[in-house]
């Protein structure tokens, strides 16, 4: 069964960075579109950047020109670097990926942005 794990959350301060990283293990097909969400406490899911196979990047505009997300299509792996954080930013953050005609979902890692 295909899976999906991140790492990277933590505690920071406004103004500082995190990186996130998500890899996809035991897939069976090619990988499509991979990328975040995030949920804030009270607050619906939405979505934060993505990037496909080709290397086409989009993002959020709350975080567009500060987060930059990348991609290694070998590793099956992709990274979401945060800069500039806010407080805004406090959610849990969940990797996605397309594979198999489907969309499968990491379990989530927490970011808390906080002096």
């Known amino acids: 069964q295909v899976q999906v794990v991140e790492s990277g959350g933590g505690l920071v301060q406004p103004g500082g960075s995190l990186k996130l990283s998500c890899i996809v293990l035991k897939r069976t097909t090619m990988i499509d579109e991979m990328g975040w969400f995030r949920q804030a406490p009270g607050k619906e899911r939405e979505f934060v950047a993505g990037?496909?196979?080709?290397?086409?990047?989009r993002y959020a505009d709350s975080v567009r020109g500060r987060f930059i997300i990348s991609r290694d299509n070998v590793k099956n792996m992709v990274v979401l670097e945060m800069n500039s954080l806010e407080s805004e930013d406090t959610a849990v953050y969940s990797c996605?990926?397309?594979?198999?005609?489907?969309?499968?979902w990491g379990q989530g890692t927490q970011v808390t942005v906080s002096s």
């Open positions: 996605f990926a397309g594979t198999g005609g489907m969309t499968r």
């Open positions: 990037i496909s196979r080709g290397g086409e990047r």
